[in-house]
């Protein structure tokens, strides 16, 4: 063999041993919480929302199926990080996460973190986190609200709610004085249970949260992800994911 043809051979095997190992096609699970306009249940069985829509669209452009569950955000968090969950669908990056869970590279969805209050309450924030200190406030459930909070929430009073519907209510009641949520799950809310005229957002936001999936870290993960990854970067570079939020109402990174 010539040495041109040695050559050539030499970096088709390079350019063969650079792709990524494609992971087996299989039905994967994809589980989440109820997140208002990313992953809904609807009456008739069907999954719908902006992240249950990407997970179908990347499912079938990588060979795969997709069944979805739906359960509290704490299991389905439990879940993914034991290996019973292949997909977790929008958590935000922490570093106790990254410790468990590995993510895609981009983003999908974007969330404001607010302070909900009664109407009636003189409380107001100006970014001094030192304020918080004398306020009763709820949390959801295995949420997380930025290093800042996450750092200083031992210190604080903070009560734990399972559901928007129950943090909004103990506000309400008067058990406690701060509801901390994202402003895209709590504004259908509050019209739903029609507490505009009780409970008010302050202006000033807590942090910006860029929302993303989630994978197991093992190794045919780490292979589904990347597959995931070039489908993802291929979405947001021909504009289908703006398309996407935009029908979702929904902010995009």
Do not use: C
Request: proline share 4%.
């Amino acid at each position: 063999m010539s040495l041109t043809g040695r050559l050539l051979g030499l970096a088709f095997f390079l350019q063969i041993w650079a792709l990524p190992v494609q992971a087996q096609a299989r039905e994967l699970l994809a589980v989440g919480a109820q997140f208002e306009r990313v992953f809904d249940y609807q009456p008739n069985g069907e999954f719908v929302g902006m992240g249950a829509e990407l997970v179908r669209t990347l499912a079938s452009r990588t060979g795969h199926t997709v069944r979805f569950r739906m359960v509290p955000w704490a299991r389905a968090q439990a879940m993914l990080a034991q290996g019973q969950a292949d997909i977790l669908i929008g958590p935000y990056k922490s570093s106790e996460r990254l410790a468990s869970m590995a993510f895609s590279d981009k983003p999908f969805f974007q969330d404001q973190i607010v302070f909900y209050t009664r109407q009636d309450s003189r409380f107001s924030w100006d970014g001094n986190y030192a304020s918080l200190k004398n306020r009763r406030l709820v949390l959801l459930n295995g949420w997380v609200y930025g290093a800042e909070m996450e750092r200083l929430r031992s210190g604080l009073q903070v009560s734990v709610a399972n559901t928007v519907e129950n943090g909004l209510r103990m506000l309400v009641h008067g058990h406690v004085d701060v509801f901390v949520s994202s402003r895209r799950d709590t504004e259908p809310v509050l019209v739903r249970l029609g507490l505009e005229r009780q409970v008010k957002v302050l202006p000033q936001v807590l942090e910006v949260q860029n929302a993303y999936l989630a994978f197991p870290r093992t190794p045919e993960s780490d292979r589904l992800r990347v597959q995931f990854d070039q489908e993802l970067k291929s979405l947001v570079d021909g504009g289908e994911i703006k398309r996407l939020g935009k029908r979702y109402k929904l902010t995009v990174p």
